[in-house]
């Protein structure tokens, strides 16, 4: 039993399914829905899906991306990572795609039957070879293994480590879908740019389409209504170079999105019995890597590869979270570090910043992707 119906918990369903496991997945609301607008799916992510015979389709579906950049809001590169270099070390381009579309590509891949809506976990009870779940309405479905792939918010977390916290970043980030063509020079790529108190990325997602990400140093909580919201971004990133204003002025008020960035502090355990966690259940990080749906994905492959080599038992389970615990809590922290010094503010800081990024040999550059690119399961 897979409670979430996300990237995540899809995934988990597919791999367990492709591995000869009777794998269901119960998702709370009445129909899929992908939380977000775009994502960007990168090689270690594209790797977990050639597994299942996804990569492909999500390839085919998305823009591949030519470079990936970080920029100072004065228009100076930082850094430049050549996309056709990362196809060539680590097997896959990166891709930029609706968070939708490849939630699409995953249900289409289950089986049928597989996903179950309108099914919220409420509780949990735990016995020895068995784990019953109790969702509202007076629904129970019994099962082997209890997967709790249900986001940072997570209702199956509490059944595992009932005490985890969640930790604020400082920042609130805005997100949308522009209806634009870029121009040919930003057409294939990522691009970042950092500004102190404020940031921003984009991406197209198609010919037509931009995603874009807007994170600010703000408190928790500052939240306002989207037409509200386009008014002040466009204030705040007037300085910024095109085509940010652009981007900004095509995108309608209604489409922009809001959330506060958060990560989870590590657990003691990932697991209970046979109640576990994957994704962001079990490793929440902040967007700055771009890694939160990869990692649930990795976790999603090593969690199928481990039960069929142990059975659907607390052994797999353990052996799971010896596999994957080290990467993830690594860009945990790795996620947060960036995010923070991206948004420094005091200038002789980021000046030292900045002068370290430009002179970081590519061999450097290459290491740190290596531990990032390459999946661990």
């Known amino acids: 039993m897979i409670v979430g119906g996300g990237i995540g918990g899809l995934c988990a369903a597919i791999a367990l399914q492709r591995h000869g496991v009777d794998a269901h997945v119960y998702e709370g609301a009445a129909a ?115 997967i709790g792939a249900d986001g940072i918010h997570s209702v199956a977390r509490r059944f595992v480590v009932p005490d985890a916290s969640l930790r604020y970043s400082g920042q609130s980030c805005w997100r949308g879908l522009a209806p634009i063509a870029l121009d040919p020079s930003d057409a294939d790529g990522v691009r970042e740019i950092w500004g102190g108190r404020e940031r921003f990325g984009f991406a197209r997602t198609g010919p037509q389409e931009v995603y874009w990400f807007a994170p600010v140093t703000a408190p928790a909580g500052t939240t306002i209504t989207p037409s509200a919201a386009k008014v002040e971004l466009i204030g705040r990133y007037r300085r910024f170079p095109s085509p940010v204003a652009a981007i900004l002025d095509a995108t309608p008020a209604e489409a922009i999105l809001q959330t506060d960035l958060y ?7 990932w697991s209970s019995g046979r109640v576990v966690l994957l994704g962001d259940a079990a490793h929440a990080m902040t967007p700055n890597l771009g890694q939160g749906g990869a990692q649930a994905m990795e976790d999603a492959l090593s969690l199928a590869v481990h039960v069929q080599a142990h059975g659907a038992s607390p052994a797999a389970l353990r052996a799971y979270e010896g596999a994957r615990r080290a990467k993830a809590l690594r860009l945990v922290a790795l996620s947060k570090r960036v995010g923070q010094m991206a948004h420094w503010e005091n200038r002789v800081a980021r000046s030292l910043r900045d002068l370290a990024l430009r002179a970081m040999p590519l061999a450097v550059q290459t290491w740190q992707m290596d531990s990032i690119f390459t999946p661990q399961l």
């Open 32 to 146: 899929l829905h992908a939380a977000g607008t775009g994502i960007l799916v990168p090689p270690n992510a594209l790797s977990v899906l050639a597994s299942l015979g996804l990569a492909d389709r999500v390839v085919a579906d998305g823009v591949q991306l030519r470079t990936t950049e970080q920029w100072t809001d004065d228009g100076r590169l930082l850094q430049r990572l050549d996309g056709d270099a990362v196809r060539a070390r680590w097997g896959y381009p990166i891709v930029c795609m609706r968070r939708s579309a490849l939630q699409a590509i995953l249900a289409d891949a289950a089986r049928p039957g597989t996903v179950h809506l309108k099914h919220r976990l409420e509780h949990v009870a735990l016995d020895v070879d068995v784990v019953v779940a109790h969702f509202e309405h007076g629904a129970t479905v019994q099962g082997q293994l209890l």
């Open 263 to 269: 990560d989870l502090a590590p657990l003691a355990h």
